[in-house]
């Protein structure tokens, strides 16, 4: 069964640090990855995804993921953060074969607060 | 513009009452999605539609009932059964392909228990 793990429920950062996301998974078979931001109350944004090719993503908003098939993780970066960046975030694993109905799995999600 | 709505955006039950998420897109995807979202659980996916007048439970269905008679629609019924509704409803949709394509999320309903 396909899983997701984000270590860090809350993560505190100052405005203009560097910031870091871990995401961990477990799926059989080359996964499909995404990683999404969710302001409070709201839905959920796609920030980026990795479907295959380049393992270092570039997404909107200044962020980026890698993707390493050793360590099974699939990491969210961003070099400066910004006060607008506060949210919750959530990985997310799915399959290439359309195995399941596509479906997604989610991780528990890491809550950033940001420092002025 | 194109995208998900989602109403209403908040939602109040009596106990021993159905009631009924709305669920609308204009993005003519195929698939659709609904989420349930408790704090500290990330989403955990309640039923989804790849196909007008087919749906598949997901992976907490029970107490939950859905229909997909047009493709821009797919309402969630929260029924009496379910003895812990108050969550945050998510629904999403996406055009189904090889594999897992990207979802997109509407605004969420939060649905609350008198």
């Known amino acids: 069964a396909q899983s997701v793990t984000q270590p860090d429920i809350h993560i505190t950062v100052s405005e203009g640090a560097s910031l870091e996301l871990r995401c961990n998974y477990s799926?059989?078979?080359?996964?499909?990855l995404f990683w999404y931001v969710q302001s409070p109350g709201q839905g959920l944004q796609l920030l980026l995804k990795?479907?295959?090719?380049?393992?270092l993503v570039q997404g909107i908003k200044g962020f980026e993921a890698e993707f390493k098939r050793s360590q099974s993780s699939f990491n969210l970066r961003k070099p400066s953060v910004h006060w607008s960046d506060a949210a919750e975030y959530f990985c997310?694993?799915?399959?290439?074969?359309?195995?399941?109905?596509?479906?997604?799995?989610f991780g528990g999600g890491t809550r950033v607060l940001v420092k002025p | 513009d194109g995208g998900i709505t989602q109403s209403p955006k908040y939602l109040f039950r009596k106990e021993g009452q159905n009631v009924t998420l709305s669920c609308e897109q204009n993005?003519?995807?195929?698939?659709m999605y609904w989420y349930r979202q408790d704090p500290g659980q990330g989403l955990r996916l309640i039923y989804y539609?790849?196909?007008?007048?087919?749906?598949q439970k997901g992976d907490i269905a029970e107490g939950y009932s859905v229909s997909r008679e047009k493709k821009e629609s797919f309402p969630l019924t929260v029924t009496s059964a379910q003895k812990n509704p108050t969550a945050f409803y998510l629904c999403a949709s996406s055009i189904p392909g090889q594999g897992t394509e990207t979802q997109y999320f509407g605004p969420g309903t939060r649905l609350l228990v008198l």
């Open positions: 539609s790849q196909i007008v007048n087919d749906f």
């Open positions: 990795y479907f295959s090719g380049d393992t």
């Open positions: 799926y059989g078979a080359t996964p499909y």
């Open positions: 997310a694993v799915g399959g290439p074969f359309g195995a399941a109905g596509n479906k997604l799995t």
């Open positions: 993005l003519n995807h195929d698939a």
